[in-house]
């Protein structure tokens, strides 16, 4: 899949970054309503999807070929609860409309906000993640920046091509009588899974 | 120039009456400055970020063409194609065009107010095609045919119901009022649109010359879907969104959504550079390739206001739309007399400018010139100056109406007729007069009295009462020459009494130059710049002969006039620039002058009282001069008051020199909303620091609860001294 950058784990420099961001990213995430876990391992994170499978009666999954997905086994775990999953971009194309969930990953989480950082230069990572009613989105729990300040400097070190977004909570609106309504056009869900161990080959 | 023959005031009347409209802003002029005050709770200088945006876009648009290029030559490196487009005709024929090329049919498009600045869509169609807005307000405006009446929330004078007619009747199905059901309901339909759109049609909040990137602050998701499904993405960008580099846009990131919908961040926020790729379906299967991507740099009027050393300013706006929020009459009367799709102070300057001055010159007498837009705006735009800057241009063009240049030019520019005309309208008031107020007008004037009592003007004007004032002085620690004003001359001398009292008790002497009249402010206020100067040489003559120490004026109107305004208006004329500069020096106004002087004097302790007394900040006195803390440190140390704070204590109390009485219809309602404020501290006592919000405040106590007294900070202090 493209990417804006190759490793952004090496673009962040050392002490920008931490799990020090953890309290307030997570508190700014739940604020817009996004659900967020954290976990200590990718086995743990099997747990978590799986319970996400049963509480919304999910049937069907489009899932970037992503570190954690690799590295938690979910094309298995998908199948082994009965869940159809596609992870390839035509497939992902002609199914994300009719997908429970969407899974990928992103690159970092910005505390100020409650926001994460999604290079999503490939398409596969937009339709996963906007049309299914439910994103779900891994991330390394030690991968929180401060601030907005923080995260364009990095950001505008290795932004030459491509596409990248902010996402903060589910999809809103408030325009019938400034009544807050979620899940518009986009999901009406956001799970964020933050991981404490370096996932092999997670490279994002 | 265009003209329009709209009845502005049949529009506002209807506006007034619309209950669900009125409601909905109501409910919203509330709740706003509570919830961004929330969003700004982790931000630590607003003040900085603000200022960054105002430097970052005065050094683009000095600029603006390099910028443009740089944006263009670093866009179309990485791909894009890049079109200028001089006005809508030039953009409609580029799209139309792009479109019979590559065989578009659908189109989705999310947010762009510059595409519904001219149009668009009707063009479009009319071209046969299929276009479909996404954004859900956007979509219900667009199937109830209204213009926008907010820039970020467009639907916002309409309620449920009347959403589940339109929704109704474009689906051909009963559809019910809940707003979840039918935000799904818009989901599903739009989603149709969405998946098979040949091209997405987007604006951009910001467009980065260093890489020729976009950004876009999105909420539902639309904007996200409309730059990546379809094969071919147009983006509709206007000359001011440009920034130089990407760190530019920090700023603009952490406020425009806290500005805008109180949010720390919108749901989406994207930044695109170049073309990405795009499924494409071939011959039954989706096939990835590079989407197209065009991006086009929108003038409209826009390069003209670059070159324009006022209104270059515009560029300074982020499109958050917080300038309507706090806007008193926007928040009375919501976005469509506002005329074009542009609402609001901000809506009326950038109307005039991107449609034309025949618009503007309907609305331009709806900013009250509080100034609460200036403490909001994050990119710092003095939008009531440059309203006053366009009504003066408007009025060189066209000239002011006969009978008002009558009355400006015979009678407010010669002291001597203005003021035999108040002293005759004294006597001619009498039949209708009750105490200090008249309580009735006959006829056809009936109406400006109808919540409000007008002032009456007083038997003996201060000019006649100064000689009897003035006390001799053996060694007066300074000289002061005061300027009433026409308010305190007129209709209040006894607020002037009591300034002569405060600053004899001082130890000061106080003298009352003859030949002073009206500052000018009214007259500037209707865009007649020329009656204005020759007031104001008239001023400056007075008091140059005078010399004293300070010139000192009761009234922030008057103060912020000789402070700023006469420096201004004679900028271009060396001479009485420098004539002005001088006195300007010396002006001081009254409430700051005599806190600073009983400070020193070791009189500013606060004392306990049993009268209760709220203060009303006018809004040139807070937001034009800043002073707000002093006058409260004077009526804390006044023995015998207790102050309590009003809520809105800054709120405009809908007076605003003629405003208040040529729109009473607006003024009213926001004169009342001060009046329960003040009713609801169950203060004796309002004190004021300003003769005209003194007028209005009192016309509206006396009708609705006389046993409140209005009373001037000079008074207060006054009443305590010994004679």
Request: contains cysteine; proline residues 4%.
């Amino acid at each position: 899949m493209k990417k804006i950058c190759e490793n952004w784990k090496q673009v962040i420099p050392e002490g920008t970054y931490g799990p020090q961001y953890w309290n307030e990213f997570s508190t700014r995430a739940s604020a817009v309503s996004a659900e967020v876990f954290r976990v200590k391992t990718v086995a743990e994170a099997r747990g978590v999807i799986s319970e996400l499978v049963k509480s919304a009666s999910a049937k069907k999954a489009v899932m970037t070929q992503n570190p954690y997905a690799k590295a938690a086994e979910l094309t298995d775990l998908f199948r082994s609860l009965d869940v159809e999953v596609y992870t390839e971009a035509p497939d992902i194309r002609t199914h994300c409309d009719t997908a429970d969930f969407g899974i990928s990953a992103v690159e970092f989480g910005i505390a100020e906000t409650g926001s994460v950082c999604q290079d999503a230069t490939a398409i596969e990572d937009r339709l996963v993640s906007t049309l299914p009613p439910v994103h779900i989105a891994f991330f390394n729990s030690n991968y929180i920046l401060p601030s907005v300040q923080a995260a364009v400097e990095i950001i505008s070190g290795v932004f030459d091509r491509g596409y990248l977004s902010f996402i903060t909570g589910p999809s809103r609106t408030a325009d019938i009588e400034r009544v807050l309504t979620i899940g518009v056009h986009g999901p009406c869900r956001l799970v964020i899974i933050a991981v404490d161990e370096d996932v092999a080959g997670g490279a994002q | 120039m265009e003209t329009s023959n709209r009845n502005i005031r049949q529009e506002i009347r209807e506006k007034l009456d619309d209950e669900v409209l009125r409601g909905a802003l109501g409910r919203f002029a509330e709740a706003y400055p509570i919830s961004r005050a929330k969003a700004y709770e982790n931000v630590e200088d607003f003040e900085a970020l603000r200022e960054q945006i105002k430097q970052t876009k005065l050094s683009t648009v000095a600029n603006i063409e390099a910028v443009a290029d740089r944006f263009e030559a670093e866009a179309s490196k990485r791909g894009a194609k890049v079109f200028r487009a001089k006005d809508g005709d030039a953009l409609k024929e580029y799209l139309i065009k792009l479109c019979e090329e590559k065989g578009v049919k659908r189109i989705v498009k999310s947010k762009s107010m510059a595409t519904e600045e001219i149009h668009l869509n009707r063009d479009l169609e009319k071209a046969g095609l299929h276009v479909k807005e996404t954004d859900l307000g956007e979509w219900i405006i667009a199937l109830a045919g209204h213009k926008p009446s907010h820039m970020v929330m467009p639907a916002i004078h309409l309620n449920r119901q009347q959403v589940s007619e339109y929704f109704s009747k474009e689906l051909d199905k009963e559809i019910p009022p809940d707003i979840p059901y039918m935000v799904q309901v818009a989901r599903q339909t739009l989603r149709t649109e969405f998946l098979s759109a040949d091209m997405g049609i987007s604006g951009a909040n910001f467009g980065v010359a260093e890489t020729g990137a976009i950004g876009l602050f999105t909420n539902e998701g639309n904007g996200r879907l409309t730059t990546s499904l379809p094969r071919i993405h147009v983006v509709v960008i206007g000359y001011e969104k440009l920034i130089p580099t990407l760190k530019d846009a920090i700023p603009i990131m952490r406020t425009l959504p806290r500005n805008a919908t109180a949010q720390l961040m919108t749901s989406y926020m994207t930044m695109i550079s170049g073309p990405t790729s795009a499924l494409v379906k071939k011959d039954g299967a989706w096939v990835e390739e590079e989407k197209e991507l065009h991006i086009i740099l929108f003038d409209n009027g826009r390069l003209k206001a670059a070159k324009d050393e006022k209104f270059k300013e515009i560029y300074q706006c982020v499109r958050c739309a917080s300038c309507l929020n706090v806007c008193p009459v926007y928040t009375l009367v919501g976005g469509h007399v506002y005329g074009h799709i542009y609402a609001g102070g901000i809506g009326a300057i950038l109307t005039a400018f991107l449609n034309s001055m025949g618009d503007f010159e309907k609305i331009n007498e709806l900013c009250i010139g509080c100034r609460r837009c200036t403490e909001v705006c994050p990119g710092k735009i003095q939008i009531p100056d440059l309203i006053e800057e366009l009504r003066a241009r408007a009025v060189k063009e066209h000239g002011l109406p006969f009978s008002v240049k009558m009355v400006f030019e015979n009678v407010l520019a010669n002291r001597k007729i203005f003021h035999s005309l108040l002293r005759i309208a004294s006597i001619g008031q009498k039949p209708f007069q009750s105490g200090k107020v008249i309580r009735h007008l006959p006829l056809f004037l009936a109406g400006l009295a109808k919540e409000r009592s007008l002032p009456t003007i007083a038997d003996t004007p201060l000019r006649d009462r100064v000689a009897k004032l003035t006390k001799k002085m053996d060694n007066p620690v300074k000289r002061i020459a005061f300027f009433s004003g026409c308010s305190t001359d007129f209709v209040y001398p006894e607020v002037g009494e009591s300034v002569y009292k405060v600053l004899q008790d001082l130890n000061m002497e106080v003298i009352f130059p003859e030949a002073q009249s009206c500052c000018g402010k009214p007259v500037l206020g209707m865009g007649d710049q020329e009656t204005t100067k020759r007031m104001a040489k008239k001023n400056i003559e007075a008091f140059e002969a005078v010399n004293a120490d300070v010139i000192l004026a009761a009234c922030p109107t008057c103060t912020e006039t000789w402070h700023i305004t006469y420096a201004e208006l004679f900028k271009d004329d060396p001479e009485w620039s420098t004539r002005a500069g001088n006195l300007a020096k010396k002006m001081r106004e009254f409430t700051s002058f005599v806190a600073e002087e009983y400070e020193k004097a070791g009189r500013l302790n606060a004392t306990a009282g049993g009268t209760k007394i709220t203060y009303h900040d006018s809004c040139h006195m807070k937001r034009a001069l800043g002073i707000h803390a002093e006058p409260r440190q004077l009526l804390n140390a006044a023995e015998g008051y207790d102050l309590v704070e009003m809520k809105d204590c800054d709120k405009c109390c809908g007076m605003a020199g003629a405003f208040g009485v040529k729109h009473t219809d607006l003024s009213m309602p926001i004169l009342k909303q001060k009046l329960t404020n003040i009713q609801d501290t169950g203060a004796e006592v309002v004190a004021v620091a300003c003769p005209a919000c003194m007028m209005q405040i009192h016309g509206g106590l006396d009708k609705l609860s006389p046993e409140i007294k209005v009373k001037h900070v000079a008074q207060i202090i006054a009443e305590k001294l010994k004679d």
